[in-house]
């Protein structure tokens, strides 16, 4: 038969639908790679598995010719679908296996209304959840970082025991303060619960030159005022530490901002993308001027030059 989808969601060969999803949220919940970030390149394959495994079987017709002719005959035309499957002879399958937020909207919306309709889930231990302090060019570049973490587990007798581990995140370009990175029950155990979730969440440490706004990023920079006045080029290291030489070739006047596309902060959802580099100026003024220079600047800047 090839693949065994039965074996790969862990259900009998006569699984009923609600056993299916139960089983696919599970799994998905714990292969997913944003969600078991200790081995990502694992976790992607097996949450590929996983998912085309759910979307054949939750599926009627897909479900029957996979019984009848196992694999190849989904992925192929050379089997036509029994009799009793409906129209669809002569096309193979394609597989469409859900992304993180179809998941998670279509089990956690569903349970959502599950509870507040009164069919409730098992009680789940309380979530373990702490802050993940990031520098401004980790969340540009991306980097990976292996955290310890402490969590209280049940043993074989049921007696609370307190053990430690390293886990690794991936924090991807683009994150934001605020955003969360769970471990599905990697936190505390406790007698008549399933364990409880851990969670971090990322928090942004202030940078001393740059500042973030959603997905753009700010930077004062001080010039004097014969150069705000006369133009010139000015020089900014990106906090991926390129040079970028940017030619000003208007005068700058007080509160004027340079707008700079696809140098700002990358955007997660959008991974070619970046959000704009704001330059807010600060000009220099002199705190005093000779006779002669006042001399020079009415002369120079007139009303006939003004």
């Known amino acids: 038969m090839g693949v065994d989808y039965y074996n790969i969601l862990k259900v009998s060969r006569n699984a009923a639908e609600e056993d299916l999803k139960k089983s696919y949220r599970k799994l998905a919940m714990k292969w997913h790679p944003d969600k078991n970030a200790v081995n990502t390149e694992a976790a992607e394959a097996k949450f590929k598995q996983i998912s085309e495994a759910y979307d054949v079987l939750s599926d009627p017709q897909k479900r029957q010719i996979y019984d009848v002719y196992g694999e190849e005959g989904l992925k192929s035309s050379i089997h036509p679908p029994p009799p009793s499957s409906g129209d669809g002879g002569g096309r193979g399958f394609e597989f469409s296996p859900r992304d993180e937020e179809d998941i998670f909207e279509f089990f956690w919306g569903s349970d959502a209304e599950k509870e507040k309709s009164g069919g409730g889930r098992a009680k789940k ?76 969440v990322i928090d942004e440490k202030p940078h001393p030159v740059f500042k973030r706004d959603g997905n753009d990023l700010i ?42 596309e696809n140098e700002g902060m990358p955007i997660s959802k959008e991974p070619s993308k970046n959000g704009k580099l704001r330059i807010k100026f600060d000009i220099k003024f002199p705190s005093r001027l000779t006779a002669e220079q006042k001399s020079d600047l009415r002369r120079i800047l007139g009303k006939g030059n003004a």
């Open 125 to 200: 231990a309380a979530a373990m959840e702490s802050k993940l302090p990031c520098s401004l060019e980790e969340l540009y570049k991306g980097s990976r970082r292996k955290m310890q973490i402490a969590r209280v587990v049940l043993d074989e007798s049921g007696k609370p025991v307190t053990v430690e581990e390293v886990l690794g995140i991936n924090i991807k370009p683009g994150w934001k303060k605020g955003t969360k990175i769970t471990f599905p029950e990697k936190g505390n155990h406790e007698a008549g619960a399933t364990p409880g979730d851990l969670i971090f």
């Open 219 to 260: 930077i004062n920079h001080k010039i004097s005022l014969v150069d705000a006045l006369t133009c010139k080029t000015i020089n900014i290291t990106t906090l991926d530490g390129r040079d970028l030489s940017l030619k000003v070739s208007n005068v700058i006047k007080p509160g004027h901002e340079m707008l700079i």
